[in-house]
Each structure stands twice: as C-alpha cells, then as structure tokens.
C-alpha cells in the first residue's frame, strides 16, 4: 500500500546527543514536510522540500536540519542546539502545483529527552 | 506570507447541538484549504478541501466547510455533533503555486459531552 513511514514511534534521546528521525513515502510526491505538534500550538512548519536536493526552513527551523538525497526520503536531525525538542513530529507528501493534492501524513515519532 | 488563524481553542457542546468552527486565513493569491482531524491517539485524517469550483465542499461524516474569499474564511459546520466527533481539528492553507508549504492553525479542541 502507498503511504508515508515514520520510525521508529517513540524516540529518547540524552541532553547534547543529536538524533534523526527517518521518513519515506512510497507516493511518488515531489514535496514533504516536517512539521512539530506542540500542545494549543498545533501543527508548525520546520522544514520542507519540493524537489530533491532542495529544501526551505519552515517557521521554526532553529536546531534542525534535514536532507533530500531521494525523492522518497526526507530524514530529520535534531541537534542538540534545539532548546526543546521534545515533541511530537510528523511528516507528511503531497503534489503541488498542477494537480495539487492534501498533505497526507505518517504516523509521527514521539521524542522525548531525558 | 502564509498564516491561519483558528479562534475557537476549546469548544464545547452537548450532542445534536450545531458545531462551526472558525478559520481565517491570510495568504496573496488563490489558495488550497483544508480541514484535518485528530481523534484522541489516532494521526492525523482529512476531514474535507476545497480546490475549486463550489465553495460549498462536504466531507466526511456529515461535515462541510464554505470558502468564503472576500472574508478570507473557510469555517466547518456539522448540523448535529456526536460524541464521537471529540477530537482536535485543524485548518490548513495551501498557496497555489509551485513553491508554496502547508500552513496549519493552532487547532480547535471539541469536547462533547454525552
């Protein structure tokens, strides 16, 4: 089945550790996003990329960094300059453009930092 | 720049009463609009998008949602909540264009009680 894959589901992580959260979608969309889900903040934009090897900070990018090598992958580190990351973070395809389609989603990661 | 804004943080209704939810958004151009849920544990579904044509858009489980452009607006209605409708609801803004991302809003809480 088509769909997007997020792992692994629930993550911890030391204080000072860089951690990356993987993301595939087997949907053939050209765009992904990464987007972190804080409570009555709802969902906020930290990175996304519209075609491979290319990709532009969302709202909230500080402390993150990601790369597009392929057009099914689009991995996210959490470095430890990110103030707070412990979140829920989803990642979600769609097409844009000619024949636009909604962001479809995966099942998320929880990460926590202990 | 992209913005929404959801007004309504909590709300809560008794069954068979009528739901509408604000959602305002701000964005220069012709743009794609959406309404995701977000039952209690489960990812995120969508509830119903507008891309053209009729504003009137109807979704699934008797939801619909009007675009109203010269307000910027795009509310969602149901006639009669149920208890199962308790969830988190988000609005989403898309700019028609190729180089466009997926803007949330902060997300409407439904509470109903039984």
């Known amino acids: 089945d088509g769909g997007i894959t997020q792992s692994p589901k629930y993550l911890f992580r030391k204080e000072g550790q860089n951690v990356t959260l993987s993301c595939e979608q087997n949907l053939n969309h050209d765009a992904m996003y990464w987007y972190r889900q804080d409570p009555g903040q709802g969902l906020r934009l930290i990175y996304y990329?519209?075609?491979?090897?290319?990709?532009q900070k969302g709202d909230i990018a500080e402390g993150y960094s990601v790369s597009r090598e392929k057009k099914e992958s689009f991995p996210l580190t959490v470095t430890s300059a990110q103030k707070n990351p412990t979140a829920f973070y989803l990642c979600?395809?769609?097409?844009?453009?000619?024949?636009?389609?909604?962001?479809?989603f995966g099942q998320g990661t929880r990460l926590t930092v202990v | 720049a992209q913005s929404v804004s959801q007004h309504n943080h909590h709300v809560i209704l008794s069954e068979a009463a009528s739901l509408e939810l604000g959602c305002n958004y701000s964005?220069?151009?012709?743009?794609?609009l959406f309404w995701y849920v977000q039952y209690p544990g489960q990812h995120l579904q969508l509830l119903l998008k507008?891309?053209?044509?009729?504003?009137l858009v109807k979704g699934i489980k008797g939801f619909e949602a009007e675009f109203i452009k010269s307000k910027f607006s795009f509310n969602l209605r149901k006639p009669s909540v149920q208890w199962s409708d308790t969830a988190e609801y988000f609005c989403a803004v898309m700019g028609y264009s190729s180089a466009s991302k997926i803007i949330f809003g902060s997300g409407t809480r439904l509470s109903i009680r039984p």
């Open positions: 507008y891309f053209s044509g009729d504003p």
């Open positions: 964005y220069g151009g012709t743009v794609n």
């Open positions: 979600a395809s769609s097409i844009q453009g000619h024949g636009a389609t909604e962001a479809f």
């Open positions: 990329s519209q075609i491979v090897n290319d990709f």
